[in-house]
């Protein structure tokens, strides 16, 4: 959104003229690609939220939390579907409705899209320091990196609470501007409220330093410093490498290579991964840094070359959103955890069975091994357990016993399955009529049990088991 002084003669003047400006190049710029990449933006950061919240292995992977990225990065898509895209959509085709509705919650959407992207921009600030010092061997910045994860929530709650400090107050300091002798749809214009002493100077340009400016070259810094010792770390693994071939030989020397490969090849995922997003993040701010650099050094300029002005914003901010649609591609591509979790994913929604199903459809298997496993390793591995029995044939009836229930063990399963999968009626007890009760084979069974019966050596035997 554009926002101009309110003691601005351009703007008084009636030369913005939003009506002219919306023509069909930025119709299908910001309201048709715009709010099909805001919408993939949204869809793929629910998604990113979805996997995350249901794998503890890939929230403990990144220090910083890609769920709290995915959560702004919707809210910054929604709000430019309703600043931008309805913006240039109701301009274009001249829906007074929309633009009166657009007017009265502008300045709510702008507030708060500022904050959530101030919010990530910290968040990816904080993700590259931490980043930065894991890739150290400095002991100093190896404490600081443990001091800030143990202290996440505290890292993170101060990133949003400067968020709110820095760009909370925007809701107060903007304010619609009614131009009566401009047309109807064009006299109402969000403007700055007035400025008149230095503290609300100082404020505004404080806040585009600290927002823009020192998000932007900390995240150059400490990406370069990363690249730079990724390629050090790289030079000195392949140095060593040599000298223990050289001493040791070739087939010690690769398998110590691929232990050592294997070990850091966590850190070098979650590293590469921020590369990427922050590359993603530098290119779509590249943009709006030049713009806040040529509003402060030629405003002239700028207001003679306005339409250009606007096409460069609307590009800016297509940049960012396209950042926001992004995150889901290259976690993707850089992790193959989070790859395969997103197809386990697809595949649950896909494939969705009942829970009584899946349980009716699995028993049988699952206690077929279950039972087997512990018969089996009662007949091999406890032997002494039956030289006390009695002989049939020469042989241990007990052990007899037992292989003939481990042979018979798939029959006698599925008939428990069967008889524990099918719907029992009520039952009448014969002794009396007064009461009804629900009961089951295997209640029955127990009753059976608990009967006196002549002592047998094999029940005690699986008592035992």
């Not at 008084?12 to 009506?19: D, G, H, I, K, S």
């Not at 939390?65 to 001249?94: E, H, K, M």
């Amino acid at each position: 959104m554009d926002v101009f002084f309110i003691n601005d003669t351009f703007t008084r003047e009636c030369n913005l003229r939003p009506l002219e400006h919306a023509n069909n190049f930025r119709f299908i710029l910001v309201g048709v690609i715009g709010a099909v990449i805001a919408m993939l933006a949204i869809l793929f950061n629910i998604i990113v939220c979805y996997i995350f919240l249901n794998s503890r292995k890939l929230r403990r992977q990144n220090y910083a939390n890609p769920v709290l990225l995915a959560t702004f990065d919707i809210i910054v898509s929604f709000c430019y579907i309703i600043l931008q895209s309805i913006q240039v959509i109701g301009y274009r085709f001249r829906f007074e409705s929309m633009i009166m509705a657009w007017i009265h919650y502008v300045r709510v959407a702008n507030c708060l899209q500022h904050i959530c992207v101030n919010i990530c921009n910290f968040l990816l600030v904080i993700a590259s320091i931490e980043r930065l010092f894991a890739n150290c061997s400095d002991g100093a910045q190896k404490n600081l990196l443990v001091f800030m994860v143990r202290r996440k929530v505290f890292v993170t709650s101060g990133a949003v609470l400067f968020s709110i400090i820095f760009k909370g107050t925007l809701f107060l300091e903007t304010t619609i501007l009614h131009l009566p002798n401009c047309e109807l749809l064009e006299s109402y214009i969000p403007v700055w409220a007035e400025m008149n002493s230095h503290w609300d100077t100082m404020r505004f340009w404080s806040r585009k330093i600290f927002t823009v400016l020192v998000p932007f070259i900390s995240l150059i810094y400490c990406n370069a410093r990363i690249v730079i010792q990724l390629r050090e770390k790289h030079e000195e693994t392949r140095e060593q490498s040599m000298k223990k071939r050289s001493l040791r030989g070739a087939l010690l020397t690769t398998g110590s290579i691929r232990k050592h490969y294997n070990e850091k090849k966590g850190v070098r995922v979650a590293t590469r991964t921020l590369l990427l997003v922050v590359g993603c993040y530098l290119i779509s701010n590249l943009i709006s840094t030049i713009v806040n650099f040529w509003l402060f050094f030629d405003p002239v300029t700028l207001e003679s070359n306005y339409y250009l002005y606007l096409v460069i914003s609307d590009f800016s901010t297509l940049l960012t959103i396209c950042g926001c649609a992004c995150r889901l591609p290259i976690y993707c591509v850089a992790d193959k955890r989070i790859r395969k979790a997103l197809m386990r994913a697809l595949l649950r929604w896909q494939h969705k069975a009942r829970p009584i199903e899946v349980l009716e459809r699995n028993l049988e298997k699952y206690s077929i091994v279950v039972v087997s496993n512990s018969l089996r390793s009662n007949l091999t591995n406890q032997p002494q357990m039956f030289n006390s029995q009695d002989l049939v044939n020469g042989r241990p009836r007990a052990r007899d016993e037992l292989a003939l229930l481990l042979q018979n063990r798939r029959k006698i399963l599925v008939d428990m399955t069967l008889i524990l999968g099918t719907d029992r009626g009520p039952i009448i007890e014969e002794e009396t009529t007064a009461e009804v009760t629900y009961l089951t084979d295997l209640h029955e069974e127990h009753q059976e049990l608990l009967k006196p019966r002549r002592p047998s050596k094999f029940r005690e035997m699986l008592a035992n088991i």
